[in-house]
């Protein structure tokens, strides 16, 4: 059995991939600043953190932190990042170094200890990619770039083939396409990957690199508006507030629960993989946004009160969903939950939470609130002057 640190390893993923890994004989070390904006103001032990992970507070980006998260220790999975599309367009400083000089000093501390290692997994996202895959019926697979500010300010929410302007088809993506980031939070993914592939490629460290799509399920902060849409539509829900669909409902996703995650971080640790290789972790189906609040409602047991709006975000994608042919067969990666039971398994957890749950009926939904009124101080946030 191994000695594992999990940068990160008090939040979403990490507590559940150190619970399964706890289950399975090893030993865990988890190194987490406890954040407020995740792990509120008083910054405690999360309840939920298996009471046998080691648990140091300290920063990713603190040397000497680092230098006794890594005493022992034989496999990393490195979690440790801010997470968030709309907050890392005008808080870049904070997700870069966190996120871009956080994995440099971590890889650097490794060289410069001459820290042998069996395995680091690496977090990263399907932000990478931008928009995912298209298909034109004429002019076969297209790797769209990014909507620009004036076709959504126009309505035109569509992505269009860039030789006839006919209407794409959203299909799965798969690693080896190009990437495109289009927003601070996927643009320091990336680097983040480019770092380790370069530790691959250069020191022989045995890296893997997951990209993780729309994670969600138990331990996911009902509070912090920037995890995610599942959170964000529970809270309006159990305040009797209606849901507004951005961009008329049309955006599809890939919602991916979190024990298929953990499940693709097991096999991450003991297949034989090659050393900097990419892999899509996924539910590999694709529900539009819509589709998610209402089914959240009836897992949860409430009416969901839905209204299309023709708001947008910058730096968000009409759609993208993974393509698993390489994580099935190179890393054996087969996920399990369907969408019904893992939106089930949130509602319950979300309810029984004894703190940072959703506010009293009637109350506004703050958190999210709160971040539409940042994006729109930043010119990020915008609705389409054509009727619907």
């Excluded at 603190?62 to 990042?81: G, Q, S, T």
């Excluded at 990619?129 to 298209?134: K, N």
């Excluded at 997951?210 to 959170?231: A, C, H, K």
Aim: aromatic share 8%; with cysteine.
């Amino acid at each position: 059995m191994a000695k594992i640190l999990i940068t990160g390893g008090a939040g979403f993923i990490g507590s559940h991939t150190a619970d399964a890994l706890i289950r399975q004989g090893h030993s865990v070390r988890a190194l987490d600043p406890l954040i407020p904006q995740v792990h509120g103001k008083e910054r405690q032990r999360p309840a939920y953190l298996h009471p046998r992970v080691e648990l140091l507070e300290g920063d990713v980006r603190d040397p000497d932190a680092l230098k006794e998260a890594l005493k022992n220790v034989e496999v990393i999975y490195h979690f440790a990042a801010l997470t968030g599309v709309g907050q890392s367009m005008y808080d870049i400083r904070d997700y870069v170094d966190t996120n871009v000089t956080g994995t440099a000093l971590l890889i650097e501390a490794l060289l410069k200890e001459r820290h042998p290692l069996k395995r680091l997994v690496l977090a990263s996202s399907r932000a990478v990619y931008g928009e995912g895959s298209y298909e034109c019926g004429t002019h076969g697979r297209i790797y769209p770039q990014g909507r620009d500010q004036s076709s959504l300010g126009r309505g035109e929410f569509a992505i269009r083939c860039p030789i006839c302007r006919r209407e794409l088809r959203s299909v799965p993506t798969e690693e080896s396409r190009p990437l495109n980031p289009l927003s601070v939070y996927a643009w320091t993914k990336r680097e983040q990957e480019e770092i380790v592939r370069f530790a691959a490629d250069t020191y022989g460290i045995p890296v893997t690199i997951l990209r993780y799509f729309n994670v969600y399920g138990s331990r996911q902060s009902l509070t912090n508006p920037y995890t995610g849409i599942i959170s964000i539509f529970y809270r309006k829900l159990k305040a009797g507030l209606e849901i507004p669909l951005y961009e008329e409902g049309l955006p599809i996703r890939d919602f991916v629960h979190v024990s298929d995650v953990v499940g693709a971080n097991l096999l991450a640790l003991g297949a034989p993989l090659p050393w900097g290789r990419e892999y899509n972790v996924g539910s590999g189906e694709t529900h539009r946004i819509g589709d998610i609040a209402q089914a959240l409602g009836a897992a949860a047991g409430l009416p969901a009160k839905l209204t299309k709006t023709r708001d947008f975000r910058v730096g968000d994608v009409l759609a993208c969903s993974a393509d698993l042919s390489r994580s099935r067969e190179e890393l054996g990666y087969w996920p399990k939950m369907k969408l019904a039971h893992g939106l089930r398994e949130f509602a319950a957890w979300a309810d029984a939470a004894s703190t940072g749950g959703a506010p009293p009926s009637g109350e506004s939904s703050e958190p999210a609130e709160k971040e539409r009124e940042e994006l729109q101080r930043f010119g990020l946030m915008g609705t389409s002057a054509r009727g619907s």
